[in-house]
């Protein structure tokens, strides 16, 4: 369980709830005996929703315990909020006083925009603990443009977060302590898989695992596209290479096997599975997914020159 060294504070949220167009008052206790976080996002998107989801799961928050800050014209995010029992605002400052873990969960591109609204006052003399998932936005930038001394960890996290089976990475600020780094590999460990890493190593995750899954649902439609020319229909064409995907993910994980190996034990002499990894080596399927993972590895790192000059 996660023990927090937050004070115990009455919080007083007052803001107008976009969703209902009225203005509400809200009184929410931090209740340390329930260990349960108070989390405010920055930003309500697909990724915040993904980890409010999986951190309700998890029993680390409730519903009522979150905040998020949503544009007014993002119905969507704040329709999903206020499934999941949480209030939403458009005032980014509301939020920022609001949790005790601060989520910056809007595109890089916003990031620079939201950065001053965090002051010594909102911070509560570092009390608070920033996490930003960010793509491209270095630690030494974020430290550069919060008040002295703020904790900042940059996570790296993937949208499987949802259903539990992310694969997330941190790197601490140099003002995070260890009880930081537990806070957050907790929560992360949480939605899945959970390493820390030194920051230079980011860029390459962002590219292997953020991206990733949009790699393997590419081949998961492709697979899937083979068994429908083969006669198989669409929905068990679908369900079969995502079940595949799976377990031979699973399988890699489980047994410690080396991938070489796992595939070599499905491919019999002069059988089906040789002749089809021969098709996929001779159209390149190895040098494609290197190609890509470098590719995306250099456009992060592009990204991250663009968003320190703007
Ligand atoms: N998606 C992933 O797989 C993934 C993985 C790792 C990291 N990330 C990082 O996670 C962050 C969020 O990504 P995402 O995919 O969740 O993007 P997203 O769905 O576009 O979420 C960003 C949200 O922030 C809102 N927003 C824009 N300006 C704002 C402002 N001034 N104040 C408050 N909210 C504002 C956006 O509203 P509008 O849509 O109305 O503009 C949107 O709802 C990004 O920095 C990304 O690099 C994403």
New binding site residues.
Partial sequence: MIVFEFQLRIQTVSDQLLADGEVKEQRIPLNIDTNMLKIGF???????QALARGFIRAGLSKGEMMLA???P??IG?IETFKEMGSSTVFA?ATVIDYGDVLIL????Q??P??LPEFTREKVHDNKKLLIS????ISLASLEKALPKDTPVIRV????PALVGCGATVFARGRNASDKDAEITEKLFSAVGICEEVPENLIDPV?ALA?SG?AYIYMIIEAMADGGVKMGLTRSIAYKLAAQTVLGAGTMVRETNMHPGQLKDDVASPAGSTITGIHHLERHGLRSALIDAIEAATLRCKEVSLQTKED
Avoid: E, Y
Avoid at 42 to 48: C, D, F, N
């Fill in positions: 920055l930003g309500g998107g697909k990724m915040a800050s949503c544009l014209n993002d995010s980014n969960s809007v595109k890089p916003i990031v925009k939201i998932i960010a793509m491209g790296m996290p993937n949208t962002t953020s899954p």
